[in-house]
């Protein structure tokens, strides 16, 4: 992992491993765990949040998971929740949450690539419309 020199992230790195190549980036003031490319986790000041989505939102809830909120308890909520440190301890304890994450995190790239501009071509029919 290139970049890397926190070991709280290197060791999340290798304890996810299993879902693929897990990437680090800087971000926000903390890290940005991609896996084949997508981002699906943060760590912020040496605690991992996993990313989730209103299809899987619930399942973190559920297991009273905090927010991530980076300025603060007032602060604005970002769509990951706060993983426990005792969770990764065990990969089968974190493991079927990151494929959660991951799941929101394809969902959430499929979206943005979904998005299409307008063809040029109604744009260039238009024009020539309006000159006629």
């Known amino acids: 992992m290139a970049l890397v020199a926190n070991e709280f992230v290197t060791m999340v790195a290798d304890l996810l491993s299993p879902l693929g190549q897990i990437t680090a980036k800087r971000l926000f003031g903390g890290w940005g ?7 699906f986790a943060l760590v912020f000041k040496d605690v991992l949040f996993l990313k989730a989505d209103d299809l899987c939102r619930t399942r973190f809830e559920a297991k009273d998971l905090p927010p991530f909120r980076p300025h603060g308890p007032d602060g604005i909520c970002i769509a990951y929740f706060e993983i426990p440190g005792d969770w990764l301890e065990d990969g089968d304890d974190i493991l079927p949450y990151a494929r959660i994450a991951l799941d929101a995190g394809l969902r959430a790239l499929a ?3 979904a998005k299409v501009k307008k063809p040029r071509k109604r744009k260039a029919a ?7």
Do not use: H, P, S
């Not at 765990?33 to 981002?39: P, Q, S």
């Not at 238009?126 to 006629?132: D, F, M, S, T």
């Open 33 to 39: 765990l991609y896996c084949d490319g997508t981002v």
């Open 111 to 113: 979206a943005k690539n």
């Open 126 to 132: 238009k024009i020539r419309e309006n000159l006629r």
